[in-house]
């Protein structure tokens, strides 16, 4: 049996390179102190054999031909090892700090470049390749007033610059450019200051108070604007959310000019006619037996006949004379409006709000307060932020959802047990294809077996009171990008973290409790990839009415094109 030696432990590549380098004949500049290597000695004393014009002149050749095969680095080294050696010579140091400008042009060093051609125009006031060089450099740093400035300077002397006129021209046309973009933003910025002060006296005159929200911007997309199309310019158009309390639903109109009736709108969205909405099955929301109501600021209840106008109702809602200034609130740029069906809901809900309402200004009972700080307390709890969920605090989607499934845990006795330990990281609404929308809620990982337990009957649960949304879970994953040489982290990155195998496991999670059973590509003549899941044809029944929800959650999630579908009944 052969001996077996130790190895020697393999260097890096940056160990070789060091090496190599070492080498005096792969030296990329020779040691300016002395050395006892033989070689070293003999090439330095070739280099820096001569009078310092000789040995800056060989510098410059071989810095030269390092520039023309573009190994700017090396060039530079060699150019001020050339003015390091002091030359006498005026043009050929002038020379030197222009070459060495041009490798740092070329390598977009552009304060180097500035410094280089500084010092050669102390040497020369008349160099029209330092001009040149600085006008490009400032052009690149966008100080077109100094780029131009350099280009005037040399075409007072040399007119027929090409080069010089080239970079004029380029920097005259980008500083207009950059003028007329900082005046139209100077404009855009008047022009918004203007209408914002004129909406602030528009919404005096008519009793809105705006509110915002103080942790930031909403995302409301839609703000109160002026119509375009009012020649006058004095028409509000406001964006309008419709609450249907018995529902818990609402609707929104995006765009409700303030001289529209409200039954305009309502007519519109519940004609008596057309079929009920799928989440009204009493069939109630017909626009002849539907009431809508306004809350003013002070807590007045305000009830909107159906020939009122949005300026009406504003004008409804203003104080009387000697009472404290009330109106309606613009909670982030939108008014709220509740409408009921005719009869006992209305009764009723006119009842409840009048029982529970605290008077704008007044301390609410303790017993309210209690009851709020335990469902705020609650609602919490439901809700865990992982190490990759969002670090804001819960919006309206994932509150409705924590709140669904405390509402799930007290009235449903067979989910009460397994729903107690139960948490979400998150929770998105998603547009689906044909308008409608999907709520992705995601979990902890740790916590995603729990949830299979019960997921196929807390998704009809909770699909029943979002009637309107389909409901889908995927577990809150995490992604580690891939190690590159300058990564600080050497611990090899686990499959589970890669790309990969996350958008596989989101494929897994969206289809629960059915299994994949085969999966294909389609390549595109354009390079687009769309890529066909097939599902176990056992479960069609079941999903077959969600397979455009998972499509466009797949997309949303990681940017990916696919379709579900399920093999025909016939196929084995």
Same mark, same amino acid.
């Given at each position: 049996?052969?001996?077996?030696?130790?190895?020697?432990?393999?260097?890096?590549?940056?160990?070789?390179?060091?090496?190599?380098?070492?080498?005096?004949?792969?030296?990329?500049?020779?040691?300016?102190?002395?050395?006892?290597?033989?070689?070293?000695?003999?090439?330095?004393?070739?280099?820096?054999?001569?009078?310092?014009?000789?040995?800056?002149?060989?510098?410059?050749?071989?810095?030269?031909?390092?520039?023309?095969?573009?190994?700017?680095?090396?060039?530079?080294?060699?150019?001020?090892?050339?003015?390091?050696?002091?030359?006498?010579?005026?043009?050929?140091?002038?020379?030197?700090?222009?070459?060495?400008?041009?490798?740092?042009?070329?390598?977009?060093?552009?304060?180097?470049?500035?410094?280089?051609?500084?010092?050669?125009?102390?040497?020369?006031?008349?160099?029209?390749?330092?001009?040149?060089?600085?006008?490009?450099?400032?052009?690149?740093?966008?100080?077109?007033?100094?780029?131009?400035?350099?280009?005037?300077?040399?075409?007072?002397?040399?007119?027929?610059?090409?080069?010089?006129?080239?970079?004029?021209?380029?920097?005259?046309?980008?500083?207009?450019?950059?003028?007329?973009?900082?005046?139209?933003?100077?404009?855009?910025?008047?022009?918004?200051? %203007?209408? =914002?002060? /004129? *909406?602030? #006296?528009?919404? &005096?005159?008519?009793?809105?108070?705006?509110?915002?929200?103080? +942790?930031?911007?909403?995302?409301?997309?839609?703000?109160?604007?002026?119509?375009?199309?009012?020649?006058?310019?004095?028409?509000?158009?406001?964006?309008?959310?419709?609450?249907?309390?018995?529902?818990?639903?609402?609707?929104?109109?995006?765009?409700?000019?303030?001289?529209?009736?409200?039954?305009?709108?309502?007519?519109?969205?519940?004609?008596?006619?057309?079929?009920?909405?799928?989440?009204?099955?009493?069939?109630?929301?017909?626009?002849?037996?539907?009431?809508?109501?306004?809350?003013? %600021?002070? =807590?007045? /209840? *305000?009830? #909107?006949?159906? &020939?009122?106008?949005?300026?009406?109702?504003?004008?409804?809602? +203003?104080?009387?004379?000697?009472?404290?200034?009330?109106?309606?609130?613009?909670?982030?740029?939108?008014?709220?409006?509740?409408?009921?069906?005719?009869?006992?809901?209305?009764?009723?809900?006119?009842?409840?709000?009048?029982?529970?309402?605290?008077?704008?200004?007044?301390?609410?009972?303790?017993?309210?307060?209690?009851?709020?700080?335990?469902?705020?307390?609650?609602?919490?709890?439901?809700?865990?932020?992982?190490?990759?969920?969002?670090?804001?605090?819960?919006?309206?989607?994932?509150?409705?959802?924590?709140?669904? *499934?405390?509402?799930?845990?007290?009235?449903?006795?067979?989910?009460?047990?397994?729903?107690?330990?139960?948490?979400?990281?998150?929770?998105?609404?998603?547009?689906?294809?044909?308008?409608?929308?999907?709520?992705?809620?995601?979990?902890?990982?740790?916590?995603?077996?729990?949830?299979?337990?019960?997921?196929?009957?807390?998704?009809?649960?909770?699909?029943?009171?979002?009637?309107?949304?389909?409901?889908?879970?995927?577990?809150?994953?995490?992604?580690?990008?891939?190690?590159?040489?300058?990564?600080?982290?050497?611990?090899?990155?686990?499959?589970?973290?890669?790309?990969?195998?996350?958008?596989?496991?989101?494929?897994?999670?969206?289809?629960?409790?059915?299994?994949?059973?085969?999966?294909?590509?389609?390549?595109?003549?354009?390079?687009?990839?769309?890529?066909?899941?097939?599902?176990?044809?056992?479960?069609?029944?079941?999903?077959?009415?969600?397979?455009?929800?998972?499509?466009?959650?797949?997309?949303?999630?990681?940017?990916?094109?696919?379709?579900?579908?399920?093999?025909?009944?016939?196929?084995?």
């Amino acid at each position: 049996m052969a001996a077996v030696f130790p190895q020697p432990a393999e260097s890096s590549f940056e160990e070789k390179m060091a090496a190599l380098e070492s080498t005096p004949l792969f030296m990329k500049s020779l040691p300016s102190e002395e050395s006892n290597d033989p070689v070293i000695q003999a090439l330095q004393s070739l280099a820096f054999d001569g009078t310092p014009d000789e040995i800056a002149q060989n510098f410059k050749e071989q810095g030269n031909d390092y520039f023309k095969g573009k190994r700017y680095r090396e060039a530079i080294s060699f150019y001020t090892q050339g003015i390091d050696a002091k030359p006498s010579d005026i043009a050929l140091h002038e020379a030197l700090l222009c070459n060495r400008a041009a490798c740092n042009l070329e390598l977009k060093n552009y304060g180097s470049v500035l410094r280089d051609c500084s010092k050669v125009l102390t040497l020369n006031t008349k160099s029209s390749k330092a001009y040149y060089r600085s006008a490009t450099a400032l052009f690149a740093l966008e100080r077109y007033e100094e780029s131009l400035d350099c280009c005037e300077r040399c075409l007072e002397y040399d007119p027929e610059n090409k080069g010089v006129r080239s970079i004029r021209d380029r920097s005259a046309k980008a500083k207009a450019e950059k003028l007329r973009k900082e005046s139209e933003k100077q404009e855009r910025i008047h022009n918004e200051q %203007r209408e =914002k002060k /004129l *909406l602030q #006296v528009a919404f &005096k005159e008519r009793n809105l108070f705006a509110v915002y929200n103080p +942790k930031g911007s909403s995302e409301n997309p839609y703000e109160p604007h002026f119509d375009p199309e009012d020649p006058e310019g004095t028409t509000l158009i406001i964006p309008v959310f419709l609450l249907y309390p018995q529902h818990a639903t609402s609707d929104v109109i995006a765009h409700f000019v303030e001289d529209t009736t409200f039954s305009t709108h309502i007519f519109q969205m519940f004609p008596p006619q057309a079929p009920s909405p799928s989440w009204d099955k009493a069939e109630q929301y017909i626009a002849n037996n539907l009431v809508v109501y306004a809350i003013t %600021r002070r =807590k007045r /209840l *305000l009830k #909107v006949g159906k &020939k009122m106008s949005l300026r009406d109702v504003c004008n409804a809602a +203003k104080a009387k004379e000697g009472d404290p200034d009330d109106g309606l609130e613009l909670k982030d740029g939108c008014l709220t409006f509740v409408v009921v069906p005719k009869g006992e809901v209305e009764q009723n809900w006119v009842d409840e709000f009048k029982r529970t309402r605290t008077p704008y200004g007044k301390t609410p009972r303790k017993k309210d307060i209690d009851e709020g700080v335990k469902l705020a307390m609650s609602v919490n709890h439901k809700i865990l932020r992982t190490a990759n969920a969002p670090t804001t605090s819960p919006d309206e989607t994932e509150v409705s959802v924590a709140q669904a *499934l405390i509402d799930l845990e007290n009235n449903v006795p067979e989910l009460k047990t397994e729903l107690r330990a139960l948490q979400i990281s998150a929770a998105r609404e998603v547009d689906v294809r044909g308008g409608k929308k999907a709520i992705v809620v995601f979990v902890p990982i740790p916590q995603l077996k729990a949830f299979h337990k019960v997921q196929q009957r807390l998704t009809r649960e909770l699909e029943k009171k979002f009637s309107d949304r389909h409901v889908v879970f995927v577990a809150q994953r995490r992604m580690l990008s891939k190690p590159t040489r300058n990564s600080r982290v050497k611990q090899k990155r686990p499959r589970s973290r890669t790309l990969t195998d996350v958008h596989e496991k989101i494929l897994e999670d969206l289809v629960f409790p059915t299994e994949i059973v085969g999966k294909r590509t389609r390549v595109s003549a354009d390079g687009s990839k769309l890529l066909k899941v097939i599902l176990d044809p056992k479960d069609a029944t079941s999903l077959e009415y969600k397979l455009d929800s998972f499509s466009s959650v797949y997309r949303r999630l990681t940017g990916k094109d696919v379709t579900f579908e399920f093999p025909p009944a016939n196929q084995e």
